[in-house]
């Protein structure tokens, strides 16, 4: 039996290890062989890593680069914007969004001229409403990060309603697509969203290291990224100290030396995601976590996650009893091989393709047996 449910955290897939190391054995006879060819092989790697992205998200060519995570993206994007677009204006993003992006712009804030504002959550509520966003959101915010779906309540927003009233305030919109991507169909096909930023490690189980940047063609464009380098030009070995220019695609958001391993490491997993499609990976999500849920309302839990699968991410969030200590709960799982995580009081379950089809019941057998009776913890 397979009792993984940690998708938010790290994905997998039948035959990952096998493939991943395939695919590394295969780099490191290149990386050491006494010859001339590693970096046209190497880049040949990367670029089909992109390739692969790309068609995630149906992303067009050069609209896509790789970065370490999704904190580098965001600084890349917003580091490479005129001046004028962020100065004395308003940056929003939502409560629930990512920390680390928020400790990011809560720093670039000063430098930048922008003020930061944060959509707090209603009383009582876990996730931020999209109606609560949108009242907030007026032309003079220069720039919206939308969270897809967020990584404590799999709360899923309505990213084409918000980024259309985006596009009627002016506003530069991003998504940070990570919880998301993999499990959830998403695309930037209408040209609804400026930038998108992500990783590899969740849905599309690839590794860490392995972040993107997409920026739409147009504001690509008069972009001049402060984070630059010698890949930031069309000839990464032109080396003229006094002329230097931006390549014309996405790779003026390049910089030194790209990182290429977590890239022949993530490819693997993104395609084997794409040979077996996204709706039908969902379709067999959904099952477990309407399970899930069916059996959470049995025990009288607190559900912290939407009810409605539209509303919701590939993951279910419980409030656990009061009475209960989480990461206690969470070894006593594990040494039943039935692995999850809690972040505070908040139980986090994210049912893949190598979850059982039994494991559902079996956690919550488990969680009967181990988790003691009383009161819950107000959602």
């Known amino acids: 039996m397979s009792g993984y449910f940690l998708y938010h955290s790290i994905g997998t897939f039948p ?10 054995s295969r780099f490191s006879k290149v ?3 006494e010859d001339d060819g590693q970096w046209p092989a190497a880049l040949a790697e990367r670029q089909a890593f992109i390739d692969a992205w790309r068609a995630v998200i149906d992303a067009p060519a050069g609209s896509m680069t790789t970065t370490e995570n999704v904190t580098t993206a965001l600084y890349s994007l917003i580091g490479g914007l005129p001046a004028e677009r962020l100065r004395g204006q308003r940056v929003l993003v ?5 920390p680390s992006l928020h400790f990011l712009l809560a720093g670039l804030a000063p430098r930048f001229g922008f003020m930061l504002e944060t959509v707090p959550f209603r009383r009582g509520e876990a996730w931020v409403r999209d109606e609560d966003f949108i009242a907030r959101w007026q032309n003079d915010v220069g720039l919206a ?16 309603t918000l980024a259309a009233h985006g596009r009627a305030m002016g506003s530069i919109v991003g998504v940070d697509i990570t919880q998301g991507v993999g499990i959830v169909p998403f695309s930037v096909a209408g040209g609804a969203f400026d930038f998108v930023v992500s990783t590899s490690l969740k849905w599309l189980c690839g590794a860490s290291g392995a972040g993107i940047l997409h920026v739409r063609p147009d504001l690509l464009a008069v972009c001049q990224p402060e984070l630059r380098g010698w890949f930031s030009q069309d000839n990464p070995f032109s080396w003229d100290l006094d002329a ?3 390549a014309g695609d996405a790779r003026r958001f390049d910089h030194g030396t790209p990182s290429i391993l977590p890239a022949v490491a993530s490819l693997p997993g993104i395609r084997w995601v794409m040979e077996h499609g996204i709706s039908a990976l969902r379709d067999n999500n959904l099952r477990a976590c309407r399970r899930i849920i069916d059996h959470a ?16 991410g590939g993951s279910v969030m419980l409030t656990l009893p009061e009475t209960t200590e989480p990461q206690a709960l969470i070894a006593a799982l594990r040494e039943r091989a039935l ?11 994210s049912p893949g393709v ?19 009776t009383g009161r819950t913890r107000s959602a």
């Open 15 to 24: 035959g990952k290890a096998a493939r991943m190391g395939e695919a590394l």
């Open 31 to 33: 990386w050491s062989a």
């Open 94 to 98: 939502a409560a629930d969004c990512f």
């Open 145 to 160: 990060l939308l969270t897809f779906v967020s990584s404590t309540t799999s709360h899923r927003v309505d990213v084409e």
């Open 244 to 246: 230097f220019r931006y």
């Open 297 to 312: 309302r049995d025990l009288g839990w607190p559900i912290v996650s939407p009810l409605n699968d539209y509303a919701r």
């Open 339 to 349: 692995f999850c995580d809690a972040r505070g009081s908040t139980l986090r379950l």
């Open 354 to 372: 190598v979850t059982a089809e039994g494991a559902v019941e079996e956690l919550f057998n488990a969680l009967t047996r181990i988790v003691p």
